[in-house]
């Protein structure tokens, strides 16, 4: 299709999932005929304004949300008395930045004259109040977020202008947009010579429109220089270091939110930990190891940008679209055609390129590969303690497991921390743990079905623990230990 896609197919972009045909009807209210004989198609160019147009329009409600729902009641929930929470962030940003050409509508001043006509002198005065406070507190906000932009800006801008970083933005499919302008860059190398021709007075206007809370900045950090003394630097942190000790620059002590990268042909290494990656998106994926701006408050997991927790979220909200097989429920219509396709048609989407034998799963056709056509097995290799897995993502598991000793489950009741919801559940049942599994034999009961599991075997009879020594078999694997202990204390080291 070229520099074309699909209105109602799903792609990737971001570390977030899209549907052109779903951004036109949420953004527009713009339902779109595709069952035409006409193309379905939509170009580039389109897709990059259709993005804008929706970023724009899910700002604009962010931050009204924000500011009514969230800061306005928290700071004046005690100064409404006469229940006027409903006042519009339009009235109030009137009232900050007034207009004397401004006239208000038929509309605005029937909702002001809509009280009482016999409304008290206190009960106005009251009302002046509050709505007093509805101002102060959303000029306050205004303030606290100008200052964290401008923070934002600075930092960013010391770094790009006093070194040889590359900014980017985040990869498109075609390559790397230029950080100033919509050119794309498969060749990292010509991007970095492109952007030679942009001015440090268009990197300061292309950072102030990015918002306080999304503002991100990806550089390159490859053959990282210090463009003052011309000193190479190792990595992003010992250069910001640098700038303030040797040439008495200022960073505002605000969040670090510019990430480094080092784009090369073949491999992508993290700056922080030193892991290789074959492709950009698992780098950019790791990378919310290291940099947890962005903290979903559902389950504690940290990402580097506003758009991946925003991806993420999505697993806590139920959707609309319901299998008519399973009853199970997706967000997307292309989720839901996905699972059946895979689960109920059976649909075998990967086909085996040195044969015409087809799969329904990726790692099924790569097995088969790897055992009928000698194709190498795929092996991701742990940079720290050398072992191997066979997907990449259990890699990236160990990782954070073992070596970042990330834990970001806590227990409410005492000190535990864990890596994932299911061990925290698990420990859960220390304290609260009602013995649910029963034997069905001896009625006795247990906390966990593990436990029940291991039980069962009395039943049985099942002895699979055997002394290697005298060959005493044992139910459970502590009797073993206990048998070795009494019986043959010289096997003990």
């Keep these: 299709m070229g520099n074309h896609r699909h209105l109602m197919e799903e792609y990737e972009w971001n570390g977030t999932r899209e549907v052109y045909f779903q951004i036109f009807l949420e953004c527009f209210n713009m339902f779109l005929r595709t069952n035409t004989d006409k193309s379905n198609l939509i170009c580039t160019s389109c897709v990059l304004r259709l993005r804008d147009a929706a970023s724009f329009k899910k700002m604009v409600l962010d931050a009204e949300r924000s500011l009514v729902s969230c800061e306005i009641k928290k700071e004046v929930t005690n100064t409404d008395p006469i229940g006027l929470k409903s006042a519009t962030i339009l ?50 906000i205004k303030n606290n977020n100008r ?45 970095r010579e492109h952007q030679l021709k942009h001015t440090k007075t268009e990197l300061k206007m ?89 903290i979903c408050e559902e389950c504690g997991t940290g990402y580097a940008t506003k758009s991946r927790l925003k991806a993420h979220s999505k697993q806590h909200i139920g959707g609309s679209f319901q299998c008519e097989t399973c009853k199970k429920v997706y967000t997307t219509p292309m989720k839901l055609k996905n699972h059946v396709d895979v689960v109920h048609k059976m649909v075998k989407r990967f086909k085996c390129t040195k044969c015409d034998e087809r799969f329904t799963e990726y790692f099924k056709r790569q097995k088969h590969m790897v055992e009928k056509h000698g194709l190498a097995k795929l092996e991701y290799k742990c940079n720290v303690c050398d072992k ?74 099942d002895r699979r623990y055997v002394c290697k020594v005298c060959g005493q078999a044992f139910v459970q694997n502590c009797s073993l230990k206990g048998h070795i202990k009494t019986h043959h204390s010289e096997l003990q080291v």
């Design 91 to 140: 009235e109030v940003d009137i009232k900050c930045e007034p207009n004397e050409n401004f006239e208000s509508s038929d509309a605005e001043q029937n909702y002001v004259n809509s009280g009482d006509d016999t409304m008290s002198d206190g009960k106005a005065a009251k009302e002046e109040e509050y709505k007093e406070a509805i101002l102060a507190t959303f000029c306050k």
């Design 147 to 191: 200052s964290e932009k401008l923070a934002y800006i600075y930092n960013a801008t010391v770094i790009i202008e006093n070194s040889n970083v590359t900014p980017f933005k985040p990869k498109y499919q075609t390559g790397f947009p230029c950080f100033y302008c919509p050119i794309i860059f498969e060749d990292i190398s010509k991007m």
């Design 206 to 294: 292309i950072l102030r429109t990015q918002g306080a809370e999304k503002f991100i900045v990806y550089v390159d950090v490859t053959d990282l220089k210090c463009t003052i003394c011309n000193v190479e630097i190792p990595n992003l942190t010992e250069l910001k270091t640098h700038l303030i000790r040797k040439h008495n620059k200022k960073m505002q002590d605000y969040p670090d939110r510019v990430i480094p990268f080092k784009l090369t042909p073949k491999t992508f290494e993290c700056q922080v930990c030193k892991c290789n990656f074959e492709t950009f998106g698992s780098i950019e994926r790791h990378m919310n190891v290291h940099y947890r701006n962005y």
């Design 388 to 461: 191997t897995f066979d997907r990449r993502y259990i890699l990236s598991t160990h990782m954070k497991r073992d070596h970042l000793e990330q834990r970001d489950y806590q227990c409410e009741m005492c000190s535990y921390t864990c890596f994932t919801r299911n061990e925290l559940k698990f420990h859960m049942i220390k304290h609260n743990g009602e013995r649910i599994f029963e034997c069905s034999v001896c009625k006795k009961s247990y906390a966990r079905k593990k436990t029940l599991r291991e039980h069962m075997r009395i039943h049985t009879n």
